[in-house]
């Protein structure tokens, strides 16, 4: 069964205004990723964040993690039509080195 | 660096051929990864290499599909007969020492 399930599954907005997707997981985890897939593309990696970490930021993105209800966010600030793709969290088990892919979250951003 | 390459992009073939996908990791990346994605299933990892050595294939779906690693700069996935149901986009990733995975830009995939 896939480990992480992100919501929402669909997510459109106006450019300049912010998006949050949100990743729930089900087993213990050393690190858990985000990655951003444009249409037709490979996936891209955006960022990682450590079990022991709480918050991350990369320019206009921002991660949070809360090991304790076993879930992640997204957040996108200022959003462009750029950022307009899908975009999926990753985790791994401990111990184990593969991740397990969630479903994604399709974002629009219309101009 | 040109990141993962793959090849070819697009593969167009009859059922029962044969079909093989290639792939270069980026150079000092020691874990190599091939994943398949469809719109019912998402994206499946298929296998996974550690220093060119095949650590886990469980996700590998039938004896029909099988991968090598002969080097730390190529490696293959084969799929003999192909059938429709293989249609899909498979994509290769290597691993950063960081953790973070690298993807190609994927071979799309039809048996007709």
């Known amino acids: 069964s896939q480990q992480g399930e992100e919501d929402p599954q669909a997510l459109s907005i106006q450019e300049g205004e912010n998006a949050t997707m949100n990743c729930s997981y089900k087993?213990?985890?050393?690190?858990l990723q985000w990655y951003r897939q444009n249409s037709g593309r490979g996936l891209v990696h955006l960022i990682l964040?450590?079990?022991?970490?709480r918050e991350k930021h990369s320019g206009r993105l921002r991660v949070t993690l809360d090991t304790s209800k076993k879930s992640s966010s997204l957040l996108i600030t200022a959003s462009r039509a750029a950022d307009t793709a899908s975009y999926f969290c990753?985790?791994?088990?401990?111990?184990?080195?593969?991740?397990?892919f969630g479903t994604g979250t399709r974002l629009l951003v219309s101009p | 660096d040109a990141g993962v390459i793959q090849s070819p992009r697009h593969e167009v073939t009859e059922m029962g051929q044969e079909v093989t996908l290639r792939c270069k990791p980026i150079?000092?990346?020691?874990?190599l990864f091939w994943y398949r994605q469809t719109m019912m299933r998402g994206l499946e990892l298929l296998i996974y290499f550690n220093n060119n050595v095949p650590i886990d294939d469980s996700g590998m779906p039938e004896d029909r599909f099988s991968a090598k690693m002969p080097n730390a700069s190529f490696s293959t996935l084969k799929i003999q007969p192909s059938e429709p149901r293989d249609s899909a986009v498979y994509f290769c990733?290597?691993?950063?020492?960081?953790?973070?995975?690298?993807f190609g830009p994927g071979t799309r995939l039809t048996v007709l």
């Open positions: 990733a290597s691993r950063s020492p960081g953790g973070a995975q690298y």
């Open positions: 087993t213990s985890i050393n690190n």
């Open positions: 150079s000092g990346h020691d874990y």
């Open positions: 964040i450590r079990s022991n970490e």
């Open positions: 990753a985790t791994d088990g401990t111990g184990f080195q593969k991740l397990v």
